[in-house]
């Protein structure tokens, strides 16, 4: 708690207003009453999607092609993701159930074998992107060749799964410290790009699209960003911290959310505004066009020293097993709630596993493995956000927490800003854009 003392110190420090001060005295009374560490951790998980190997292809090929101008398309992009995260986790604390589960006591028994089979080959799809981004990693490391990478990948995935039989806190940590070598990495990248941050604070906040080669990109960008499977994911995630049902404690429970929610997401944007920041420091300064992640790694060894393709190719490593990890986690999730079908769990985690195998050793293209794993994201987004918000906004279902008008205005926004440019992005897919 802040005391008076302290609290006219700020106020003639900083010049902050009275009812700015009341606020963060309000905030430092819960951190302390509640202990808001013990609640820390659900969503630096979720934030693992949104820097996942999707996002290094994306936010590096915006960087190389268009420098500095997509930054904002990163910022808007968080704050969907924000809000769609907080309405998830709301869900998950509000109900006790996850959102697979809510849809299977909501909807007729045909929409929720839709919304299954959408989901689970959303889950299918991530991990295969998530899972080459981890061999990739591993090949541009140690030149270990694709298959026996994925198949590294696939156990090392397994290994950090198991470990939630342990508790979840502890996958969440290991997670956590994953996403902690990805910032640590892109701070060296950052470091030594020397950007123009002048340039950057501009492009942050004024919207700009150069040409239609920038709408693909910066659709792309968005369909990377917003997952549809850690939308089911964090309703779960916050189970484990469900200990009480009176609403008090879920008012306080959702409270603690939002700050990990809050955090987690914009460390998530610090990352990606950086890929796109590196790239166009030095791939488009130097006239460089970068198409695979193999370039960029390559190339940034020439233009930048060895130093910074060994942080790139250990930062998409540590991406590559965290996502893989978490695209598992909610595969479970997906398989577990939409249908009264009770699977083993190791046979879950094989099912969301076993095909992106199969994809890496078949010896496809990397690159288009990755664009057909974003196009198929974009076909199950709208089977995960409708049923978010239509659940979240019945009174008989959440109580005093039912979205408010405000909400449901902003929510359905955003759902048909989400869905309209994803759709965008199928069409430009199909007829030859990407």
């Given amino acids: 708690m802040i005391n008076n003392e302290n609290q006219s110190g ?44 999707g996002n290094f292809a994306t936010n590096i090929s915006a960087g190389s092609a268009f420098n500095y101008s997509l930054i904002w398309v990163i910022l808007w992009s968080n704050i969907m993701a924000i809000f769609l995260q907080i309405i998830s986790a709301k869900l998950g604390i509000v109900t006790g159930y996850n959102l697979p589960q809510m849809c299977s006591k909501v909807f007729s028994k045909k929409v929720n074998w839709f919304l299954w089979i959408v989901a689970e080959l959303a889950a299918i799809a991530t991990t295969l ?11 541009l490391l140690f030149k270990t060749p694709l298959i026996y990478a994925g198949l590294l990948t696939g156990m090392i995935t397994f290994l950090i799964t198991y470990m939630e039989k342990y508790g979840q806190r502890v996958v969440e940590l290991v997670i956590s410290l994953l996403v902690g070598v990805i910032c640590i990495a892109y701070g060296l990248e950052l470091f ?43 309703s779960q995630l916050v189970q484990c911290r469900n200990n009480d049902k009176n609403d008090e404690y879920r008012r306080r429970h959702l409270q ?30 130097k006239g460089v066009q970068v198409d695979t992640i193999e370039q960029a790694h390559e190339s940034l060894k020439p233009l930048l020293g060895p130093m910074s393709s060994v942080a790139f190719a250990v930062a998409l490593l540590a991406s590559g097993f965290s996502s893989s990890a978490v695209g598992t986690m909610a595969g479970e999730t997906v398989m577990d709630g939409f249908i009264e079908v009770k699977i083993p769990l190791l046979v879950r985690r094989l099912i969301t596993m076993v095909p992106a195998i199969v994809i890496i050793s078949s010896g496809i293209n990397p690159m288009k493995a990755l664009i057909i794993s974003q196009v198929s994201l974009s076909f199950a987004l709208p089977a995960a956000i409708i049923p978010l918000m239509l659940v979240t906004g019945r009174e ?16 359905w926004l955003t759902t048909g800003i989400i869905i309209g440019l994803n759709c965008l992005l199928l069409f430009l897919t199909f007829n030859g854009g990407v």
């Fill in 396 to 411: 008989d279902i959440m109580g005093k927490f039912v979205n408010r008008p405000l909400t449901k205005l902003f929510g």
């Fill in 10 to 53: 700020l106020y003639e420090r900083l010049r902050l207003q009275p009812s700015i001060v009341c606020y963060l005295n309000k905030i430092g009374e819960s951190i302390k009453k509640f202990q808001l560490i013990k609640y820390l951790g659900p969503a630096f998980v979720v934030s693992v999607a949104y820097i996942d190997p």
């Fill in 129 to 139: 992107a998530e899972f080459l981004g981890g061999a990739l990693g591993l090949y």
């Fill in 256 to 285: 603690m959310e939002k700050i990990d929610v809050i955090i987690a997401m914009n460390i998530a944007f610090i990352v990606n505004a950086a890929m796109v920041i590196v790239s166009a420091a030095i791939f488009y300064s």
């Fill in 192 to 234: 030594l790009a020397k950007p123009d941050w002048v340039q950057i604070g501009i492009h942050t906040f004024i919207p700009t699209l150069e040409n239609g080669g920038a709408v693909l990109i910066a659709v792309g960008m968005l369909g990377a960003t917003v997952m549809p499977h850690v939308i089911f994911l964090h």
